[in-house]
């Protein structure tokens, strides 16, 4: 008899890439719009030659994004997942903002003393984690888990409907 392949490796790598790539489209995204409007600049659109590095930074992060929205349609359980932790944590980091930057703000002071990519990221997560952000990403994660695994519900109960009525009209 034939039988449906489990579905076991689609969730776990699923689970595995969402949690890789979330955080480098985060990141690019965030670090790509801080160097495209630099923190500190003036409130009016630059006049100037874009910075090509925040270009090709946004760039990246969408193809991170991209790629995410690509691993929810193999499997909605990463987006599912990872959606629910961000959330959670962005609407944390929202609510309990002052308990928050007791706990994180030394470390998030280390970071940024190191200068570099961990200066940026201590800058990026102090930016969005307590201004929702973070939690706004893991609402469009959740939506994405929910859209993909109805589509695959909706496809596979229509692929049985055409079954059932191609043997019928046999």
Not at 3 to 31: E, M, N
Not at 71 to 84: Q, Y
């Given at each position: 008899?034939?039988?449906?392949?489990s579905?076991?490796?689609?969730?776990?790598?699923?689970?595995?890439?969402?949690?890789?790539?979330?955080?480098?489209?985060?990141?690019?995204?965030?670090?790509?719009?801080?160097?495209?409007?630099?923190?500190?600049?003036?409130?009016?659109?630059?006049?100037?030659?874009?910075?090509?590095?925040?270009?090709?930074?946004?760039?990246l992060?969408?193809v991170?994004?991209?790629?995410?929205?690509?691993?929810?349609?193999?499997?909605?359980?990463?987006?599912?997942?990872?959606?629910?932790?961000?959330?959670?944590?962005?609407?944390?980091?929202?609510?309990?903002?002052?308990?928050?930057?007791?706990?994180?703000?030394?470390?998030?002071?280390?970071?940024?003393?190191?200068?570099?990519?961990?200066?940026?990221?201590?800058?990026?997560?102090?930016?969005?984690?307590?201004?929702?952000?973070?939690?706004?990403?893991?609402?469009?994660?959740?939506?994405?888990?929910?859209?993909?695994?109805?589509?695959?519900?909706?496809?596979?109960?229509?692929?049985?409907?055409?079954?059932?009525?191609?043997?019928?009209?046999?």
């Amino acid at each position: 008899l034939p039988s449906i392949p489990s579905r076991v490796p689609a969730h776990l790598w699923s689970l595995l890439l969402t949690l890789l790539l979330l955080p480098v489209a985060w990141f690019c995204s965030a670090d790509g719009v801080t160097r495209l409007f630099p923190r500190g600049g003036a409130l009016h659109i630059a006049t100037t030659t874009p910075n090509w590095g925040g270009v090709g930074e946004v760039a990246l992060g969408a193809v991170a994004l991209f790629l995410l929205v690509f691993i929810a349609r193999w499997s909605s359980l990463g987006a599912f997942v990872w959606g629910i932790v961000a959330f959670v944590c962005g609407v944390g980091g929202m609510i309990a903002a002052p308990q928050l930057a007791d706990y994180l703000n030394p470390t998030l002071d280390a970071l940024d003393r190191s200068s570099g990519f961990f200066s940026n990221v201590a800058y990026h997560l102090s930016a969005t984690l307590p201004t929702g952000v973070i939690a706004l990403s893991g609402a469009v994660l959740i939506a994405l888990g929910f859209v993909s695994h109805g589509a695959r519900r909706k496809g596979r109960k229509d692929y049985i409907a055409q079954s059932t009525i191609d043997r019928i009209d046999q």
